[in-house]
Nanobody, 119 residues
Framework: QVQLVESGGGLVQAGGSLRLSCAAS??????YAWFRQAPGKEREFVTG????????AYRDSVKGRFTISRDNAKNTVYLQMRSLKPEDTAVYYC??????????????WGQGTQVTVSS
């Protein structure tokens, strides 16, 4: 049974940092990604990473502030978030796919973790 379990969300002040983790089980994945959904908005792609870790993609609004990484030995992906802004407030979802090229259209999803940035 495939599972993606996120952790690390919470409440932080603007300018602060958080690190999200997502532990995968049940199979290995070619790509991981983080999506987010703010209240009243559609879910959006935040960042993704390929199998080797050298292939990454970020949405423009988080470039230079967020860093995605993965530990293949632990089947875990991380999202380091710095200089957080109130507009980063959302439920963050970990996602994964067997195919590296499918990081923006993953097949598997976690349950989500809330990130709230106060001004």
């Amino acid at each position: 049974q495939v599972q993606l379990v996120e952790s690390g969300g919470g409440l932080v002040q603007a300018g602060g940092s958080l690190r999200l983790s997502c532990a995968a089980s049940g199979r290995t994945f070619g790509s991981y990604a983080w999506f987010r959904q703010a209240p009243g908005k559609e879910r959006e792609f935040v960042t993704g990473i390929g199998r080797s870790g050298g292939n990454t993609a970020y949405r423009d609004s988080v470039k230079g502030r967020f860093t995605i990484s993965r530990d293949n030995a632990k089947n875990t992906v991380y999202l380091q978030m710095r200089s957080l802004k109130p507009e980063d407030t959302a439920v963050y979802y970990c996602a994964a796919d067997p195919v590296t090229a499918a990081m923006d259209r993953p097949s598997y999803w976690g349950q989500g973790t809330q990130v709230t940035v106060s001004s």
